[in-house]
């Protein structure tokens, strides 16, 4: 079975400290991808990357930053953690064959409450 | 642009009975369609898809999803609602980019 770990599942931190999430999946997928989860707005991507030291932007980047350092580990930043980022944060991550059918598979969330 | 729909917000059913959750979706070509569920205080769960084949796909818990392309839909169903099955439950469609479009999620409460 796919595993994907996230460091933390309750945080909370200060407005203006620096914030790392981190997120470890152990099936040597390829693409990983971090969400937040807002009640009535369901899961909006945030940044993705298809490989070791790729990153892309996904629907709502700003304010966050991610590293890919490790194919297995994708780490979300966020520089300067603001109240409005107070959400629910998962992680997820996916293969990349042709055998891979798309499905995406989620770690158990971080809820990140900033005060 | 590829978009995916989940018109109510709650379902409301009682154990025993049939319960349905809706998913309309919009997408260019052959859409790649998928269900999951989240529990309380959880990340999502994947409970069945549909890529191709048969339009009714058959998932985990007992659950199972009728594919209709005429109308767009991918509702989830299942013949007997268990307490148990309350949760939050997202539809999803795969975008052009390969990435997954949610919906914006049905609180399943099943009552006994």
């Known amino acids: 079975d796919v595993k994907v770990t996230q460091s933390s599942r309750y945080l909370v931190k200060r407005t203006g400290e620096k914030v790392f999430l981190e997120c470890v999946q152990d099936?040597?997928?390829?693409?990983m991808f971090w969400y937040r989860q807002d009640p009535g707005l369901g899961l909006r991507l945030i940044y993705f990357?298809?490989?070791?030291?790729?990153?892309e932007k996904g629907d709502i980047p700003e304010g966050y930053s991610v590293s890919r350092e490790k194919k297995e580990r994708f780490s979300l930043i966020l520089e300067s953690a603001s109240t409005n980022q107070t959400s629910m944060y998962l992680c997820?991550?996916?293969?990349?064959?042709?055998?891979?059918?798309?499905?995406?598979?989620f770690g158990p969330g971080t809820r990140l409450t900033v005060t | 642009a590829q978009s995916v729909a989940q018109p109510e917000d709650q379902v409301n059913v009682a154990e025993g009975n049939p319960l349905t959750v809706k998913c309309t979706y919009s997408?260019?070509?052959?859409?790649?369609l998928f269900w999951y569920v989240q529990y309380p205080n959880r990340g999502l769960q994947f409970l069945l898809k549909?890529?191709?084949?048969?339009?009714l796909v058959k998932g985990s818990y007992g659950f199972e999803a009728e594919f209709n392309k005429s109308q767009t839909s991918f509702h989830l169903k299942k013949p007997s609602a268990l307490v148990s099955d309350s949760a939050l439950y997202f539809c999803?469609?795969?975008?052009?980019?390969?990435?997954?479009?949610f919906g914006t999620g049905t609180r399943l409460q099943v009552f006994p």
């Open positions: 997820a991550s996916r293969g990349g064959g042709p055998r891979d059918s798309y499905e995406q598979y």
């Open positions: 999803a469609v795969r975008d052009i980019t390969d990435k997954l479009i």
């Open positions: 099936m040597d997928h390829e693409n």
């Open positions: 997408v260019s070509g052959n859409p790649y």
């Open positions: 549909y890529i191709t084949g048969d339009n």
């Open positions: 990357s298809y490989d070791v030291k790729m990153k």
